[in-house]
């Protein structure tokens, strides 16, 4: 087969399925990497196939080893080849950070283990199939950055993700290139279910009012950064590419006509 192959964590739903989506409108194959929800991920393949790629879905968890070796041996069965990895697979305990008693040991363990163990467990397993002109790019966020996010254990595994991500950059190169988009709060369900509607619109709002471009990102706005690092012509490595509207930049007080809002949490 000579299409280009994409295999994608987390791809049943948000930036995952944007960027499936986009890659199947070119022609190109996608393996739908998700955990629990089936019908979800069945239908991003039906999409996918009727957007003109070929798809199929695989069942795994990122935490765990052996379940990631099973989904890039899925792949492999599928199409015969791995051109590309999205590392979109995560999950958060909303924890407001001041409140430092609300979380506990195993609570970052168990984000950690989605959110850094799991693409580095995923790039190691899908790597090995991987041939020049392939590439890696992972998922994080701007709060890997800022230090402000949805709770401790979300911000520090995207920090860590950040820091994997140079490190991978280095180890595989010039085979495999590797980089991470950072966005800042995304539109969709996930924030909603987390921080309720009327915390979602109050968010979104404080985005708003900083970001330079005056509006928060849409999951496909996202997927098309993914897509430029995916190409195979691309020349860079080893980035954290932020992708937050300007919201890190911010508006100085006389643009926004107030005291910029302090960060409320990206995603």
């Known amino acids: ?5 994409t295999l994608i964590t987390g791809g049943s739903s ?11 409108r070119r022609g190109e194959s996608v393996v739908i990497n ?7 991920a069945d239908g991003v393949v039906a999409a996918c196939q009727a957007a003109g790629g070929q798809a199929i879905a695989a069942q795994g968890d990122v935490a765990s080893d052996a379940s990631c070796r099973e989904v890039a041996e899925a792949a492999m069965a599928a199409f015969g080849r791995i051109d590309g990895l999205v590392n979109c697979a995560a999950t958060t305990q909303f924890v407001p950070m001041h409140d430092l008693d609300g979380v506990q040991a195993e609570d970052f363990l168990r984000v950690y283990g989605v959110n850094a163990v ?3 467990q995923m790039a190691r ?6 041939g020049p002109g392939s590439a890696i790019v992972s998922v994080s966020s701007i709060a890997g950055q800022t230090g402000s996010g949805s709770s401790f254990p979300y911000v520090m595994s995207k920090a860590a993700l950040n820091i994997l991500t140079v490190g991978l950059a280095r180890n595989l190169a010039p085979r495999v290139r590797v980089n991470a988009v950072l966005p800042g709060m995304i539109e969709g369900r996930w924030m909603r279910d987390g921080l309720g ?7 979104k709002a404080q985005f708003s009012a900083t970001a330079l471009l005056g509006r928060i990102s849409t999951p496909e706005q996202i997927a098309s950064a993914v897509i430029w690092l995916l190409e195979p012509d691309c020349m860079v490595t080893g980035q954290q590419i932020v992708v937050d509207g300007g919201f890190m930049l911010g508006k100085p007080p006389s643009a926004a006509g107030a005291t910029p809002a302090s960060s409320p949490g990206p995603t």
């Open 1 to 5: 087969m000579t299409q280009r192959v």
């Open 14 to 24: 948000g930036v995952g399925e944007a960027v499936a989506l986009q890659l199947a």
């Open 34 to 40: 998700f955990s629990r929800n089936r019908a979800l």
């Open 118 to 120: 799991g693409p580095f």
């Open 125 to 130: 397993a899908a790597s090995r199939h991987m």
């Open 197 to 203: 509607q009327a915390g979602y619109d109050k968010v």
